[in-house]
């Protein structure tokens, strides 16, 4: 009820109690021409985003049929310059306008101050305060985390922001009972370095991701083959990996059920351009499924979903502004 009291707006009639968010989000996913000669998404196999678009996801501008809605969001968020993964991901990690605060698109790995950021705001760490379930659904492998603490590698945007408000990273242990999904959907990365697991297909992974989603207010799951592919660093096509994408979003689909609102979308475009591997200034998708997708009819950049989200989820949905971050705690 706390929640329903919390919440602004007409969503709130909408909101049952059992409302729960599964975002997707895929790194390097922008909204391209519908042109086959330079757009994996109008070229490769997306039987599912097409029956569900009534066409490939392409720059069509917003799209709306059988309970799915298709909103192009802006990831450059006036600052000039490619849009880049750490500033990306901690605006829609956040709703804060996360290049602007840093003077510049941050690349990779967040700075201190992005961390700062993400500590604070964003959802993982909003939910969490307000005493709601939250999953990050990535399987994490045992050499990742010997890295971290052997401090070779940090983490991302999404991963730290996960830690840092206390929700658990999984393990290949929770991969193995189901509880998770690695990076690459399959787990074909884990078993070529020898670990002994059940090669899923995409499909299976989507279905076990909404499995995961039934018992949260928000299961975010990171994808980053697209952008991977698309600046050549992985030996699958964009073609095979955009397949991909889809073979899940059937599983999603097939397992989906009515409190459950799906969310994909991005942090800057990347793969939809194959005449560079560099980011492009394309708008991203923002593909909303389920009963709380007209929450997200009003996102106009990466800095309006996580705003969507918390109004799915029925908590206060306001975005984070400069004053809010800066002034007194
Ligand atoms: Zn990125």
């Known amino acids: 009820m706390r929640a329903i009291r919390r ?3 007409r969503f709130a009639l909408l909101y049952n109690g059992s409302m729960s968010v599964l975002l997707i989000f895929l790194d390097g996913v922008g909204l391209g021409p ?35 809605l298709l909103v192009p969001a802006d990831a450059t968020l006036g600052v000039p310059g490619l849009p880049q993964s750490a500033t990306g991901q901690t605006a829609l990690l956040c709703g804060l306008n996360a290049p602007a605060f840093a003077g510049r698109h941050v690349t990779a790995y967040p700075t201190k101050a992005l961390r700062r950021l993400l500590e604070r705001w964003s959802l993982f760490a909003r939910l969490r305060a307000a005493g709601r379930r939250v999953a990050l659904a990535n399987a994490y492998s045992p050499e990742y985390f010997a890295a971290i603490a052997d401090r070779r590698l940090k983490m991302a945007a999404v991963t730290y922001a996960a830690q840092a408000a206390g929700v658990p990273l999984r393990s290949l242990d929770d991969l193995r009972a189901g509880r998770a999904v ?9 078993r070529q370095w020898g670990y002994d697991l059940p090669d899923i297909t995409p499909g299976e992974a ?11 207010a928000l299961t975010f799951f990171e994808f980053f083959l ?16 955009v397949a ?6 059937a599983g999603v689909l097939e397992e989906f059920d009515g409190a459950l609102t799906v969310v994909v979308t991005s942090d800057h475009g990347n793969i939809e351009d194959d005449r560079s591997t560099a980011h492009t200034v394309n708008p991203v998708p923002t593909l909303a499924i ?13 800095t309006d979903i996580a705003p ?21 705690a």
């Open 308 to 328: 969507a989200v918390l109004s799915v989820l029925g908590e206060t949905a306001e975005h984070v502004t400069r004053d809010m971050v800066e002034g007194p």
């Open 206 to 216: 989507g279905r076990r991701l909404v499995r995961i989603g039934a018992d949260h």
């Open 244 to 249: 991909m994408v889809d073979a899940c979003l």
């Open 34 to 68: 519908d042109d086959p000669a330079t757009n994996p998404f109008a070229r490769a196999a997306t039987p599912t985003l097409r029956r569900v678009l009534g066409g490939p996801l392409v720059a069509r501008g917003t799209i709306e049929q059988d309970g799915a």
């Open 182 to 190: 690695f990076h690459d959907l399959t787990n074909a990365r884990l």
């Open 226 to 241: 697209t952008d991977l592919a698309a600046h050549g660093r992985t030996a699958l096509t964009a073609d095979a990996v």
């Open 7 to 9: 919440s602004r707006g």
């Open 290 to 302: 389920g009963p709380g997708r007209d929450a997200f009819r009003s996102v106009r950049a990466i």
